[in-house]
Every structure is written in C-alpha cells, then in structure tokens.
C-alpha cells in the first residue's frame, strides 16, 4: 500500500512541475480568485483574494505571492496585494498568475451617483447607543451600491449625536439631529436621528409601604394627577387604582376593555390574546383558593389581570376618543413577582423596543413597582408580561406549591396621553 502511494506521488510531482523545485508554489494545481465579478464606483477600492489549491497541503492564500494584471489600467488598476482601485468606467478584467496559472476577476466601475439614500431614518437611539446608517447609492447605470465607507458624514448638531466616518451614529444627548452624507460628486442625503433617555422608577418590598417612596416620586416626576374626564391635558398624570369600579364589573372576566376610556374616560384601551381581563376584589381566590395567600393590594380592595394569558396591552388614546395618542411615562405595580419574568415593553415610533424587568423582587408574597419615564420619546402603549403562566385553579403561585410565578397588577400611573405627533 505504501509503495503505491509514494509510486502516486512521484509520478504527481513529475507531472506538476518537479523541475522547479526552488519554487514554493511549484504544485499549485488550481488558482482561484474571490470575488469572480464585482461592481464599485469610481474611487472605490476592491481587495481580491487568490488561493492555490496544493497537491498536498490543500487550500493556501497566495495573494501576496501571486502576480495580479489588470486588462486596462485606465478603467481600473491593481496592486501587488490584489487591492483594485476603480479609475474609469467600463469593465475589466483582473488577473492573478502563479507558476504558468491564472484565474480572473471581472470588474465593472460606474461613475456618476444619481441618488443616495440613508437607512434607517427616522431611528430613535438612547443615549450613549450607536446604530450604524448604511448609505446607499444609485448610479447613472442603475448600479447600486453601499457607499458608507465612501461617503462624507457629518451631523448637524454633535450634542444630540455624533457620526464617525463609516456612518456609525453614537447619541450623545436627548433631541433630534439630522445626519447627512455626502458623495463625491455632492450628492446628498439625510437621516433624521432621535435621541432619548429614560429614567427608570424600580423598588420591592414586603407591603405597600416598602414602595410607597417610590411610587410618589414617580408621581412627583410626571406632575398633578388630572381629573378623570374627556378632556386632554397639557401636562400631569393618570391613575387608575381600580378600586371604584362597579360590583357589576367585579369578579367577572368581561370587564370592559375600553372601561377607562368610555365610561371613566382615562385615555387607556386595553387589549389582550386571553380571554378577557378580571377586576377582583378578593385577591383572585374565586380563581384559586390558594391565591390570596401571595397576591396583597398596594391601594385596597381591588387588583387586575388578564384570564387566559399573562401578558396584555394598554393602549394610549385621547380620552374618550378613538384617536390613537401617546404616553411619555408609565409605571406599574406588580403583586408577588417572584422571579425576574415579569417586565414592561414599550414600541417606539420607529418599530424598535425598550424592556425593562422587574428586577427589584420583593420576597414570596410582596408587591414590586416599575415606572419608566422616557426623555424624547413617547410610545402608543405598552405591553405588560406579569408572570409566567394565566391565573388558573390548577395552577399554584411558585412560592405556594406551584411551578409558575403569578403576577397580578395594581395601580397604572402614566403621563398624560397626548396627540399622537
Ligand atoms: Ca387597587
Ligand atoms: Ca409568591
Ligand atoms: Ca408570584
């Protein structure tokens, strides 16, 4: 077996080119070129890679040790490093030789830009984030082509957000700026960029009072508590405790979704994919006997849930209106959040997300406040997760025998709904 083999072998090398031995690369059997076509623009560089396919050694970067020809330097050029910079329009075609092999890349250079285009525009950035913008340009021959790291950037007010060279956005402080780019025969495009922050309202403890501090100073930060009625206020906040609403609509899992905004005008809808929401105003034990052993009230008698699912919306709306609206701050607080599932989420204007979880636990039957005041962003709702798993008889708290974390709610505070901008 070893004979046939070294008999393969020098017959191999005799037939790859023995008599020239001193050459490294003397074996290369197929030279390949990556890419095999490309398009840039006038200006643009291009590096190419050539690999030798080797009798024994298999696969090696010959870049550097190939010979690279370019079929017209006056459409573009290249260098000893396989690196093509384009220099006229029209295609070409690019060469790489090694030991008596060739192989080639075909290279079409387009000029003038005849539009550009910033993505995303419109993005909203907390500050100390960067999001990079992609410029993207169409030629005179329909060609298009990602010109970010071609272009010029700049932005038109560096304490909002800055921009380096390649378009990556950085926001420094909260407003909107306006991002530009700039090709080289000065065409131009715009991005709008929107710069936020957040304050966020985080506290646990084992009763109302563990919270209460932080609760007010959530209050105290949105400004005075505005009357229950149709009218829209400038600034101020809502509160729904649901504490008043009617026996009726108590204890049953058809209470009125639009409750806070047609019959208590409060500028809130909510929505759920459960089967209903449930005011109750004994702890949910008529769902499970078990339940008010870990679910205490943070304003008495009565809490909140969704049935069928854990997790629901609460959508912004000019009160008394169908005229969607938005809220820059809303806060919660949560009953017995044991683990670190329960969380809110916010959709910002454009389609991006903002988390936060209820982290600050607040032991086996406690109650957790979360509120998030935004600076320079608003949201049309927010999605409230509150535990693990639907209220349910069969299904126990995690702390009283159960495998899920069971969340209810109680009091909603946010800001005022505004027109929607
Ligand atoms: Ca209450
Ligand atoms: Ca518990
Ligand atoms: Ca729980």
């Given at each position: 077996m070893r004979k046939y083999f070294m008999l393969l072998l020098a017959l191999a090398l005799l037939s790859s080119g023995c008599s020239n031995p001193g050459n490294p690369f003397f074996n290369v059997q197929v030279l390949s070129v990556a890419p095999t076509s490309a398009t840039i623009a006038r200006g643009q560089t291009l590096q190419l890679t050539a690999t030798g396919t080797l009798f024994q050694d298999g696969r090696e970067d010959v870049t550097a040790s190939a010979e690279w020809l370019s079929s017209n330097v006056n459409v573009a050029t290249v260098s000893a490093t396989g690196l093509v910079t384009g220099v006229g329009v029209g295609p070409v075609t690019i060469t790489a030789r090694l030991n008596g092999r060739e192989a080639f890349c075909e290279v079409t250079v387009v000029s003038a830009v005849t539009a550009l285009a910033l993505t995303p525009d419109g993005g909203f950035l907390r500050v100390g984030t960067t999001e990079t913008l992609a410029a993207t340009a169409t030629f005179d021959d329909g060609a298009v082509l990602d010109l970010s790291d071609q272009v010029d950037w700049s932005t038109a007010d560096a304490t909002v957000a800055t921009v380096n060279d390649v378009g990556a956005v950085t926001a420094v402080g909260v407003g909107q700026t306006v991002i530009t780019a700039v090709a080289e025969n000065g065409t131009a495009a715009r991005a709008t960029?929107?710069?936020?922050?957040?304050?966020?309202?985080?506290?646990?403890?084992?009763?109302?009072?563990?919270?209460?501090?932080?609760?007010?100073?959530?209050?105290?930060?949105?400004?005075?508590?505005?009357?229950?009625?149709?009218?829209?206020?400038?600034?101020?906040?809502?509160?729904?405790?649901?504490?008043?609403?009617?026996a009726a609509q108590t204890n049953t899992n058809a209470f009125p979704a639009n409750f806070f905004n047609v019959t208590s005008?409060?500028?809130?809808?909510?929505?759920?994919?459960?089967?209903?929401?449930?005011?109750?105003?004994?702890?949910?034990?008529?769902?499970?006997?078990?339940?008010?052993?870990?679910?205490?009230?943070?304003?008495?008698?009565?809490?909140?849930?969704?049935?069928?699912?854990?997790?629901?919306?609460?959508?912004?709306?000019?009160?008394?209106?169908?005229?969607?609206?938005?809220?820059?701050?809303?806060?919660?607080?949560?009953?017995?959040?044991?683990?670190?599932?329960?969380?809110?989420?916010?959709?910002?204007?454009?389609?991006?997300?903002?988390?936060?979880?209820?982290?600050a636990l607040p032991g086996a039957q406690g109650l957790a406040f979360l509120g998030v005041q935004f600076q320079g962003a608003s949201c049309r709702g927010v999605t409230l997760v509150t535990g693990e798993a639907p209220l349910s008889g069969a299904d126990n708290d995690v702390t009283n025998g159960g495998v899920n974390d069971m969340v209810v709610v109680d009091d909603f505070i946010y800001a005022e709904p505004q027109p929607a901008p």
């Open positions: 960029v929107n710069v936020f922050e957040v304050t966020i309202f985080s506290a646990g403890g084992a009763n109302a009072a563990a919270i209460q501090p932080t609760v007010d100073a959530f209050r105290a930060a949105l400004g005075p508590l505005n009357p229950n009625t149709a009218q829209v206020f400038p600034t101020g906040r809502r509160e729904i405790n649901w504490d008043g609403v009617p005008p409060r500028g809130v809808v909510f929505a759920t994919l459960g089967e209903g929401f449930r005011v109750s105003d004994n702890a949910y034990g008529d769902v499970n006997a078990t339940y008010p052993t870990q679910f205490q009230t943070f304003s008495p008698g009565k809490l909140f849930a969704t049935r069928g699912a854990s997790r629901f919306e609460t959508e912004f709306f000019l009160p008394a209106t169908t005229t969607p609206a938005v809220s820059s701050a809303f806060g919660a607080v949560f009953c017995d959040p044991d683990r670190n599932t329960s969380s809110l989420l916010f959709v910002l204007p454009d389609g991006s997300t903002f988390t936060p979880t209820v982290t």
